[in-house]
């Protein structure tokens, strides 16, 4: 197991070096990816199916899924600008 720890995006507290194990690409402590999933997900996952079959051909064989993985950018928006309402709130 990892010992390196970073500060999640959100909240700067440290994200735990068994997420970071798990999921490295990770930028969120274990609290906002729970929070996240209500808003699509730290990642959007996609999934491509390669087509092996000749062109022309009238059957069509397919080959391996490729998955690519891409941040959710508009999700941790999202995120971070409730986490900051909710600071302000509280400081009142």
Known sequence: ?????????ICNAPIDPERIEVVPET????????QIQKMGGEFIVTATQE???KAG????????????KTRNH????KLRDV??????????
Do not use: D, F, W
């Not at 930028?27 to 729970?34: D, G, I, M, N, V």
């Open 1 to 9: 197991m990892s010992t390196r720890s970073r500060p999640c995006e």
């Open 57 to 68: 051909s009238l059957k069509h064989n397919y080959g391996s899924v490729t998955t690519s």
């Open 51 to 53: 087509r092996t079959s």
């Open 74 to 77: 508009q999700a941790i928006e």
């Open 83 to 92: 986490y900051q309402e909710e600071r302000e709130r509280g400081a009142k």
């Open 27 to 34: 930028r969120l402590c274990s609290e906002h990816a729970k």
